[in-house]
């Protein structure tokens, strides 16, 4: 079975044809960063707008690259939310357009659903029940899985999600947009410890999770060198900003984890190409006994081949959906 997969769900508009839920055979991405980067956020009309320009010729180019022709296609799966209202419109419409001309069966995809099957794509599923923290630019959240399709959602932030205070930190620092993968280089060249900020919510016995006030306490820790007429070098700064969010991180996923008893923890969301965060769950992870799974970089981060895989296992249920089903921004995984 080969499935298109399509993700609009903010600024990336990604086309992707995956064989049996699991095969990549093209998975392309148009980014709009240099379209964004000048706002230092994501602008959704003009998202939208892009993603408009950039559908057609993306569906095109997956089909060639996955050597195939429109006939080979026998579903199509689409991120229906969560995400942007605008830019998930166009990657809806393109699907029911697709789907209807071809007919094949569609499925909506939630976008946080696709984060967790990136970890199953080319490896296969990994024996449940696992653990699951998902970390992107809008979520912050442990989930407990007892069996696919059943999410249990243990905890997330209450405020800023952990790709959010990355980029708004990095805004401060005056690192490009996005500002994660930016602020993850620069903290290479500093030390973790140069600054001690806060641990928010590291001893609340829950699996919550806060981050605007570190956001602020970066903030005021320079102004206050400032004062003083000091400065704290930019990688010290960002490597104990870092050091801060993936300390928290790691505590409560293996604090989940143990809970649960779970012997796998999966990681899934853009803030996963943090190579800090990678290295210190690999290294709590271990003495545990704890299995635990990333994706490669490149399915860390938004891409089509995700969707198409969470939508192949949907499909292979028995799952379809109506071409009336509508884009929902905020559309929940439980
Ligand atoms: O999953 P994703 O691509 O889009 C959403 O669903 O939000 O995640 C994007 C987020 C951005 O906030 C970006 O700064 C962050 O992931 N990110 C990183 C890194 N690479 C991307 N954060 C920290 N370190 C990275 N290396
Ligand atoms: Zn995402």
């Given at each position: 079975?080969k499935v298109?997969?399509?993700?609009?769900?903010?600024?990336e508009?990604?086309?992707?044809v995956?064989?049996?839920?699991?095969?990549?055979l093209?998975?392309?991405?148009?980014?709009?960063?240099?379209?964004?980067?000048?706002?230092g956020?994501v602008?959704?009309?003009?998202?939208?707008?892009?993603h408009?320009?950039?559908?057609n010729?993306?569906l095109?180019?997956?089909l060639?690259?996955?050597?195939i022709?429109w006939?080979?296609i026998?579903?199509?799966?689409?991120?229906r939310g969560?995400?942007?209202?605008?830019?998930?419109?166009v990657g809806?419409?393109?699907?029911?357009?697709?789907a209807?001309?071809?007919?094949?069966?569609?499925?909506?995809?939630n976008h946080l659903?696709?984060h967790?099957?990136?970890?199953?794509?080319e490896?296969?599923?990994?024996?449940p029940p696992?653990?699951?923290?998902?970390v992107?630019g809008?979520?912050?959240?442990?989930?407990?899985?007892?069996?696919?399709?059943?999410?249990e959602?243990?905890?997330?932030?209450?405020?800023?999600?952990?790709?959010?205070?990355?980029?708004k930190?990095?805004?401060?620092?005056?690192?490009g947009f996005?500002g994660?993968?930016?602020?993850?280089?620069?903290?290479?060249?500093?030390?973790?410890?140069?600054v001690?900020?806060?641990?928010?919510?590291?001893?609340?016995?829950?699996?919550?999770f806060?981050?605007?006030g570190?956001?602020t306490?970066?903030?005021r820790?320079v102004?206050?060198?400032?004062?003083?007429g000091?400065e704290?070098?930019?990688?010290?700064l960002?490597?104990?900003?870092?050091?801060?969010?993936?300390?928290?991180?790691v505590?409560?996923t293996?604090?989940?984890?143990e809970?649960?008893?779970?012997?796998?923890v999966?990681?899934?969301?853009?803030?996963?190409?943090?190579?800090?965060?990678?290295a210190?769950?690999?290294?709590?992870?271990?003495?545990?006994?704890?299995?635990l799974?990333?994706?490669p970089?490149?399915?860390?981060?938004?891409?089509a081949?995700?969707?198409?895989?969470?939508?192949?296992f949907r499909l292979q249920r028995?799952?379809?959906d109506?071409?009336?089903?509508?884009a929902d921004p905020?559309?929940r995984l439980?």
């Amino acid at each position: 079975m080969k499935v298109l997969g399509i993700e609009t769900s903010c600024d990336e508009t990604a086309v992707a044809v995956v064989e049996d839920g699991l095969k990549i055979l093209s998975n392309l991405l148009a980014s709009q960063h240099d379209v964004h980067a000048r706002f230092g956020g994501v602008v959704p009309e003009l998202a939208s707008r892009a993603h408009v320009e950039h559908i057609n010729p993306l569906l095109e180019r997956a089909l060639d690259e996955a050597g195939i022709g429109w006939g080979e296609i026998d579903a199509v799966a689409v991120t229906r939310g969560p995400g942007l209202i605008g830019a998930l419109m166009v990657g809806l419409a393109s699907a029911k357009a697709v789907a209807l001309g071809l007919g094949v069966p569609l499925v909506g995809v939630n976008h946080l659903e696709g984060h967790i099957y990136a970890n199953f794509l080319e490896h296969g599923p990994p024996e449940p029940p696992y653990v699951v923290l998902l970390v992107s630019g809008g979520h912050t959240m442990l989930v407990h899985m007892p069996e696919p399709n059943f999410y249990e959602v243990m905890g997330q932030t209450l405020d800023d999600a952990a790709g959010e205070a990355f980029d708004k930190v990095a805004r401060f620092l005056g690192l490009g947009f996005p500002g994660g993968p930016e602020l993850d280089r620069l903290a290479a060249g500093g030390d973790p410890e140069a600054v001690a900020f806060p641990r928010a919510m590291a001893g609340s016995g829950d699996f919550d999770f806060s981050l605007s006030g570190l956001k602020t306490a970066v903030i005021r820790h320079v102004r206050r060198e400032q004062e003083a007429g000091r400065e704290t070098p930019a990688p010290d700064l960002a490597a104990s900003f870092q050091e801060a969010v993936v300390d928290v991180q790691v505590a409560k996923t293996m604090a989940a984890a143990e809970e649960k008893g779970v012997p796998t923890v999966l990681l899934g969301g853009g803030v996963v190409a943090n190579s800090r965060l990678r290295a210190r769950m690999s290294e709590e992870a271990e003495p545990r006994g704890i299995r635990l799974r990333y994706p490669p970089l490149e399915l860390c981060t938004d891409n089509a081949a995700m969707i198409a895989c969470a939508g192949s296992f949907r499909l292979q249920r028995g799952e379809r959906d109506d071409f009336d089903i509508a884009a929902d921004p905020g559309l929940r995984l439980a």
